[in-house]
């Protein structure tokens, strides 16, 4: 049966088109995009490879090892095709009757999760999927620390169609001069009720079917109208605007999650491309007590059509309660 639910989190509709497919291996993209193939033999992320990059801006490594050189555990360097850049000191707003524009203002950053290319995300170990956590953790508290900056997107992007370019595992940090409106509904829930919408979901789902796993610190669960089939959100139990603020205890939690989640998810969906979104508070500037950080894990099994497009209404032909089950029953790992 066909539904429409609301979006809270971004004040939309999404389509919920349950029975058109609901096995994974009924999408047609599903086995199509293990590997990103290089426009060369080198790959710049590789360790020794170090000069291919731009110039070192933070990492962990090993004892005695310089920047710019071998021995690194994680590498944080300049995206090579920024989208955003600080070549100019502000941002150049110009309007033309309805029309306005400003310049790309901001940062563009790739954090090489690991030395060793062909290894995923979800194969590292728990130690290096913490010191990775540290290090977005850490450059996020960098980036806030410009007044320019006002979002910051933390993201990655794995397979070809989600995106990605380098199959060497990374993840990306963008941040915006402005603030993006996909989270519009946390202000106005807050605005109407007074409390965090994602508190008052935690409330809510706690108990039923769309819980996938629950943890110490976190839920994993399949949102109520989710726009991606199979797609997942992590979700903080305590209330927090920020991923840079999760503490020791929380960084194992979630570094176990994100191993046990993303292995058992790729080998029930036989390995599709995937996205995943930390999205946070804004930064610099005022009227955010509403939000509360979460991570989206996105397989990407479909591509958009043209109602999609146009409407800007998002059709899943699985229902959360569905994948949630499925979910759930094909967990490899138990935290």
């Given at each position: 049966?066909?539904?429409?639910?609301?979006?809270?989190?971004?004040?939309?509709?999404?389509?919920?088109?349950?029975?058109?497919?609901?096995?994974?291996?009924?999408?047609?993209?599903?086995?199509?995009?293990?590997?990103?193939?290089?426009?060369?033999?080198?790959?710049?992320?590789?360790?020794?490879?170090?000069?291919?990059?731009?110039?070192?801006?933070?990492?962990?490594?090993?004892?005695?090892?310089?920047?710019?050189?071998?021995?690194?555990?994680?590498r944080t360097v300049p995206n090579?095709?920024?989208?955003?850049?600080?070549?100019?000191?502000?941002?150049?707003?110009?309007?033309?009757?309805?029309?306005?524009?400003?310049?790309?203002?901001?940062?563009?950053?790739?954090?090489?999760?690991?030395?060793?290319?062909?290894?995923?995300?979800?194969?590292?170990?728990?130690?290096?999927?913490?010191?990775?956590?540290?290090?977005?953790?850490?450059?996020?508290?960098?980036?806030?620390?410009?007044?320019?900056?006002?979002?910051?997107?933390?993201?990655?992007?794995?397979?070809?169609?989600?995106?990605?370019?380098?199959?060497?595992?990374?993840?990306?940090?963008?941040?915006?001069?402005?603030?993006?409106?996909?989270?519009?509904?946390?202000?106005?829930?807050?605005?109407?009720?007074?409390?965090?919408?994602?508190?008052?979901?935690?409330?809510?789902?706690?108990?039923?079917?769309?819980i996938i796993y629950e943890s110490?610190?976190?839920?994993?669960?399949?949102?109520?109208?989710?726009?991606?089939?199979?797609?997942?959100?992590?979700?903080?139990?305590?209330?927090?605007?920020?991923?840079?603020?999760?503490?020791?205890?929380?960084?194992?939690?979630?570094?176990?999650?994100?191993?046990?989640?993303?292995?058992?998810?790729?080998?029930?969906?036989?390995?599709?491309?995937?996205?995943?979104?930390?999205?946070?508070?804004?930064?610099?500037?005022?009227?955010?007590?509403?939000?509360?950080?979460?991570?989206?894990?996105?397989?990407?099994?479909?591509?958009?059509?043209?109602?999609?497009?146009?409407?800007?209404?998002?059709?899943?032909?699985?229902?959360?309660?569905?994948?949630?089950?499925?979910?759930?029953?094909?967990?490899?790992?138990?935290?």
């Amino acid at each position: 049966m066909t539904e429409l639910r609301r979006d809270l989190i971004r004040d939309n509709w999404v389509l919920i088109a349950n029975g058109k497919a609901l096995k994974p291996s009924a999408f047609p993209i599903n086995k199509s995009a293990k590997t990103c193939p290089l426009g060369d033999e080198v790959c710049p992320f590789c360790e020794g490879n170090e000069a291919l990059t731009g110039g070192e801006l933070d990492a962990f490594r090993q004892p005695a090892s310089l920047p710019n050189e071998k021995g690194w555990l994680i590498r944080t360097v300049p995206n090579k095709f920024a989208m955003f850049k600080l070549n100019r000191d502000d941002l150049g707003y110009q309007s033309n009757g309805i029309y306005a524009r400003c310049h790309g203002l901001g940062h563009h950053e790739v954090v090489i999760e690991t030395p060793r290319h062909g290894i995923q995300l979800h194969e590292l170990s728990a130690e290096q999927v913490s010191l990775l956590l540290k290090m977005l953790q850490k450059r996020f508290k960098v980036l806030a620390g410009d007044d320019r900056i006002k979002y910051i997107q933390i993201y990655k992007n794995k397979g070809l169609f989600a995106g990605a370019s380098q199959d060497h595992s990374h993840s990306q940090i963008l941040a915006y001069p402005m603030v993006p409106t996909h989270n519009s509904g946390v202000n106005k829930f807050f605005r109407e009720k007074g409390r965090c919408l994602l508190c008052q979901v935690i409330e809510e789902e706690l108990g039923q079917d769309r819980i996938i796993y629950e943890s110490q610190h976190f839920i994993i669960l399949s949102p109520y109208a989710p726009r991606f089939s199979y797609e997942a959100w992590i979700i903080p139990k305590k209330h927090q605007e920020y991923f840079a603020d999760i503490d020791e205890a929380q960084i194992q939690d979630l570094q176990a999650l994100l191993r046990g989640y993303l292995g058992s998810m790729l080998a029930l969906l036989d390995n599709p491309s995937y996205n995943i979104m930390i999205n946070s508070a804004p930064v610099n500037v005022s009227g955010h007590d509403g939000y509360h950080w979460y991570m989206e894990i996105v397989p990407r099994l479909v591509v958009s059509n043209a109602v999609e497009i146009a409407s800007g209404y998002f059709i899943n032909p699985v229902d959360p309660e569905s994948a949630a089950q499925l979910l759930r029953d094909g967990l490899l790992i138990q935290f």
